[in-house]
């Protein structure tokens, strides 16, 4: 990680610092006094609690100096109207300093995922930094940039959104020279309208781009295959469909092998990757679209593809005493939840899932949940649902033709968990999968504290 002076940071962010502290240096950010490291600038935020109240407590864990918009005391501080944009602004400046590439990575459903294949990938050629975990957000984003080395060669950045203008305000920090957009799913259509509504802000994500930048698409959506309005970059597609730049072929699952081979012109790149079901080829296929347009070797891709291991809480599958776990508690929407049920389904044995409830639908909340009820009940023996539309669920599996003995819904988390462990038998698979909101990780590590 770079050090940053106060006086530079205050130069880009158009703050103030008093000159006794000038030529203090800080290296990262964070704005959590909890894992805040000794050394970093400490980001004073306004939440359910004045983020002013907790710089004492940031001195204390060694934090080199704030970043507030009012004096508390004497330390060290870069005074500002509002520290969430100068956040961004120092991070787009330190972006330049650093003069990596950046690949930005953003969609409805898997970015998280593609973020990390993308990674894998340029990191067999490449000195790769990347956001961790969900730093995808304005906050998050940023921070991530400050923490990254001087000697970054590529800048992996994810870009999540929930309402309009915020990945274009992402995009004018980063500057992408590459963008891919995985799909355009439904996800946080409570506030974006529609689908229309939905890609529109994920293409905010050009905005920021060079006109000689690289934009990379999902051949297989529709709405990302027929734009009503060209951007300026030149687009590639990758996915399964005819006229694909490139694509997927011959895709089979051997196992917990994902397998097909990945075509583009050319050449053929064949592609094992631990990973079970088909959604996660078009995550592979732009992994692999971004590493030839960064001229890494063939060899070298299949190979990180080989070694890839996806993040923990998403679509982990592990064997918990005498269960098989499919634990994918880190987010859901429709499509996500679609894929995890299909997963389930194509596993021996009796197959529980409990699903929590899908958050940020809106209007279309009621149908989206009477959906899932009725693939649940064609690729689950029991379900049990949590949450408001929990009944929804059940509604739909009901009439996919499931008998309503073998679904319940709940409200309450220890009714749920004590359900579950009395209706688990040794040999039983279950699926944990819902928005993270939800917290069915709580419900799956009270379930295995008895049961390993």
């Known amino acids: 990680m770079a050090?940053?002076?106060?006086?530079?940071?205050?130069?880009?962010?158009?703050?103030?610092?008093?000159?006794?502290?000038?030529?203090?240096?800080?290296?990262?950010?964070?704005?959590?006094?909890?894992?805040?490291?000794?050394?970093?600038l400490f980001i004073v935020l306004q939440g359910a609690r004045d983020g002013h109240d907790f710089i004492p407590a940031a001195m204390e864990k060694g934090a080199a100096a704030v970043l507030c918009s009012r004096k508390v005391g004497d330390y060290p501080a870069i005074y500002v109207d509002d520290p969430r944009t100068a956040l961004g602004d120092i991070a787009r400046e330190e972006m330049k300093r650093i003069g990596a590439k950046v690949v930005a990575?953003?969609?409805?459903?898997?970015?998280?995922?593609?973020?990390?294949?993308?990674?894998?990938?340029?990191?067999?050629?490449?000195?790769?930094?990347?956001?961790?975990?969900?730093?995808?957000?304005?906050?998050?984003?940023?921070?991530?940039?400050?923490?990254?080395?001087?000697?970054?060669?590529?800048?992996?950045?994810?870009?999540g959104?929930?309402?309009?203008?915020?990945?274009?305000?992402?995009?004018?920090?980063?500057?992408?020279?590459?963008?891919?957009?995985?799909?355009?799913?439904?996800?946080?259509?409570?506030?974006?309208?529609?689908?229309?509504?939905?890609?529109?802000?994920?293409?905010?994500?050009?905005?920021?781009?060079?006109?000689?930048?690289?934009?990379?698409?999902?051949?297989?959506?529709?709405?990302?295959?027929?734009?009503?309005?060209?951007?300026?970059?030149?687009?590639?597609?990758?996915?399964?469909?005819?006229?694909?730049?490139?694509?997927?072929?011959?895709?089979?699952?051997?196992?917990?092998?994902?397998?097909?081979?990945?075509?583009?012109?050319?050449?053929?790149?064949?592609?094992?990757?631990?990973?079970?079901?088909?959604?996660?080829?078009?995550?592979?296929?732009?992994?692999?679209?971004?590493?030839l347009k960064l001229a890494v070797p063939?060899?070298?891709?299949?190979?990180?593809?080989?070694?890839?291991?996806?993040?923990?809480?998403?679509?982990?599958?592990?064997?918990?005493?005498?269960?098989?776990?499919?634990?994918?508690?880190?987010?859901?929407?429709?499509?996500s939840m679609e894929a995890a049920l299909g997963v389930l389904g194509n596993r021996p044995g009796r197959r529980i899932a409990v699903l929590g409830d899908m958050l940020e639908l809106g209007d279309c909340a009621q149908a989206e949940h009477y959906k899932v009820g009725r693939i649940a009940a064609e690729k689950a023996d029991l379900v049990f649902a949590f949450g408001p539309y929990a009944g929804r669920v059940i509604d739909g599996i009901i009439t996919g033709g499931m008998p309503d003995t073998m679904g319940r819904a709940f409200e309450d988390r220890e009714e749920l968990i004590k359900a579950l462990k009395r209706a688990a038998k040794p040999g039983d698979v279950i699926l944990f999968k819902g928005s993270h909101g939800m917290h069915l990780e709580l419900v799956l590590e009270a379930f295995l504290k008895e049961e390993t």
């Open 298 to 335: 063939s060899e070298k891709i299949s190979q990180s593809l080989a070694d890839f291991r996806n993040m923990s809480g998403r679509q982990e599958i592990f064997k918990a005493g005498e269960y098989t776990i499919i634990k994918d508690c880190y987010n859901a929407g429709p499509e």
């Open 3 to 40: 050090n940053i002076t106060l006086r530079q940071a205050a130069q880009w962010c158009g703050g103030t610092v008093e000159e006794k502290y000038a030529d203090i240096e800080f290296t990262g950010a964070n704005n959590d006094t909890r894992i805040l490291k000794p050394g970093q």
């Open 161 to 291: 959104m929930n309402h309009f203008r915020e990945i274009a305000y992402l995009s004018g920090i980063a500057h992408p020279d590459v963008a891919v957009i995985i799909n355009v799913g439904t996800a946080h259509i409570e506030y974006l309208g529609s689908q229309i509504g939905i890609r529109q802000a994920k293409m905010e994500i050009v905005e920021g781009m060079p006109s000689n930048g690289m934009l990379l698409l999902n051949g297989d959506d529709t709405l990302l295959r027929y734009l009503d309005k060209k951007p300026k970059q030149r687009i590639t597609y990758f996915g399964r469909s005819e006229g694909c730049d490139v694509r997927g072929i011959h895709v089979r699952q051997e196992g917990e092998l994902l397998c097909f081979q990945a075509e583009a012109g050319k050449l053929t790149i064949p592609v094992e990757i631990q990973l079970e079901g088909e959604h996660f080829v078009n995550d592979a296929l732009a992994a692999v679209a971004v590493a």
């Open 105 to 159: 990575v953003t969609g409805s459903v898997g970015k998280s995922t593609t973020k990390e294949m993308v990674a894998s990938v340029l990191a067999s050629t490449y000195k790769v930094s990347k956001t961790p975990a969900n730093h995808n957000n304005d906050i998050g984003m940023p921070m991530a940039i400050l923490g990254m080395p001087l000697d970054t060669e590529v800048a992996v950045l994810e870009m």
